[in-house]
């Protein structure tokens, strides 16, 4: 079955850097775009960013991360990377791993990202 297991998140003061890191197993990795989302308490889960199946593919950012995030795929590892520089407060979250193999969406279970205030 379809598994995606996070790691990577940890308390970082503002301005600081994280790598997150999500395994996938259970499909064929390297021919789906791979997404990562978060969700912040009492909001709406949100995407992040997300690469195409092709390396080097299309890519996306939400722009409150552009110019911070940067999110990559290793299609040997069957792992997705979310590189994240420049830490803010309101980049706490829970962030997620996830793939549509349409339909539906799958999600690991998120690695907890909390910047101080």
């Known amino acids: 079955q379809v598994q995606l297991v996070e790691s990577g998140g940890a308390l970082v003061q503002p301005g600081g850097s994280l790598r997150l890191s999500c395994v996938a197993s259970?499909?064929?990795?390297?021919?789906?775009?791979m997404s990562w989302y978060r969700q912040a308490p009492g909001k709406e889960r949100e995407k992040v960013a997300s690469?195409?199946?092709?390396?080097?593919?299309?890519?996306w950012y939400d722009n409150s991360v552009k110019g911070r995030f940067t999110i990559s795929r290793d299609n040997a590892r069957n792992t997705v990377y979310l590189q994240m520089n420049n830490l803010k407060p309101e980049d706490t979250a829970v962030y997620y791993c996830?793939?549509?193999?349409?339909?539906?969406?799958?999600w690991g279970r998120g690695t907890q990202v909390t910047v101080p205030s």
């Open positions: 996830s793939v549509l193999i349409p339909p539906p969406r799958f």
């Open positions: 259970g499909f064929s990795f390297r021919t789906y775009t």
């Open positions: 690469i195409a199946a092709v390396v080097p593919g299309q890519i």
